[in-house]
């Protein structure tokens, strides 16, 4: 969702993971021959802390030739071939720049850059570079914005965030133009400043990951890593399908070595259909062996459950949709017809691990924002905007309960 975008503005979240780290940690000793290399590190890092992408990209092109096995070269080649292609006019050369850039990530990653977004940034980048959708409508607001990104790759900073808040007074839907004079006040260093655009931009769109993520940045970088773990949980919940959401919160686990999980629940049974639409249940046969008392035998309720969704239920509860999807409404119930049959045994002494846990998310209410995060497939991952919007409370609750626990054990 909302990736569109990110091919025009990629360049900023260079800034942004410089804001956080050292671009090149310097060697402590070289030859000459080295020497050259180190001193063209040197100046790109401070280009790119400057936005000076344009002016950054010769320099990066060398690098490449001179050592071609360094990845933060390569990493950092994406963001100023980005930045190139914002301030091109010719679509085709936008395009090739951006097939540069893209390659240039994958190369970033085949060296071992580790840095959380970088998936997220190849996945961004469409193989053939083509452009993302226009900002806005109006066609003037439009323009501006076109024109602010340009400025802004090549470090114009305060004439770029002229044309955001232009931009915004035309169109005051546009998110990104909130989210962009924020990112203008973090370059500047003016943090106060920088959360009233981004809290701007929230209230534009809530359900949009970027500006939560991106009002993390101070807060990191004044090491107030409670303040921000709360802006990188509120962007993971609401797009957790979306690689920079959950790049920014590995981020932040990384930063404050914090082991991120889901609880570890197996279930020993899956279902398939073919095309008459008829259930194939596969049951791991261990859950069937006699002898057992922890409720595992429960798991056939899980098949045959959903084999009802799939012949009659589906059709019944959603009869505004005609073909037959995999929803959160049958996992959920399946997944509840297999906690009570379970419990419901009197023969049963104590649940399996799995089934004490989905019993715990179930009784807690968390057992459909466990499915969304956890378990999602297409189908049910299509129910997740109409549940984000009833349902924000749970799903941070889960985050925060679990996720940021390890899947509950430290909590």
Known sequence: MFQCN?????????????????????????????EDVEALKQKVGELIRKQQYTEALPLLEKLAVADPEDPQTHFYLGFALIAQANTTKDA????????????AYIKSKELGVNEPVVDALIHSIPPDGSDGRAFSQNAEADRLMTEAESLFSQGKLDDALVNYQKALGLDPQIYEAALFSGDV????????????????????????????????TPLMKQRKFDQARDRYVEAYISEPYNRYSA?????????????????????????????????????????????????????ISYGATRSTWRKEKFAKTFPEEKAY??????????????IALATSDKKVKQLSPSLAKLKKLSDEGLL????????????????????????????????????????????
């Open 325 to 338: 999807r995999h929803s959160l409404a049958e996992e959920a119930d399946a997944l509840r017809s297999v």
């Open 368 to 411: 459909e924002a466990y499915i969304l995060m956890a378990r999602p497939d297409d189908g049910i991952a299509a129910d997740f905007p109409a549940y984000l919007k009833r349902n924000r409370d749970k799903l941070r609750r889960y985050v925060v309960d679990y996720v940021l626990t390890a899947g509950g054990i430290s909590s």
């Open 185 to 216: 006040y973090t370059q500047r260093g003016d943090f106060q400043k920088a959360e009233i655009w981004y809290q701007k931009a929230i209230a534009i769109d809530p359900d949009r990951e970027t500006a939560y993520r991106y009002s993390a």
């Open 247 to 299: 790049a920014g919160l590995t981020q932040w686990a990384q930063a404050t070595n914090t082991n991120l999980a889901h609880p570890k629940i197996d279930i020993p049974t899956d279902v398939t259909f073919d095309e008459k639409g008829d259930a194939k249940i596969n049951l791991d046969a261990s859950a069937l062996l006699g002898g057992k008392d922890d409720g595992s035998f429960a798991w």
């Open 6 to 34: 990110f091919v025009r503005n990629a360049a900023r979240l260079a800034f942004l993971i410089c804001c956080l780290s050292t671009v090149w940690q310097p060697a402590a000793s070289y030859a000459q021959g080295e």
């Open 92 to 103: 085709a050369k936008r395009r090739a720049l951006r097939v540069r850039a893209r390659t």
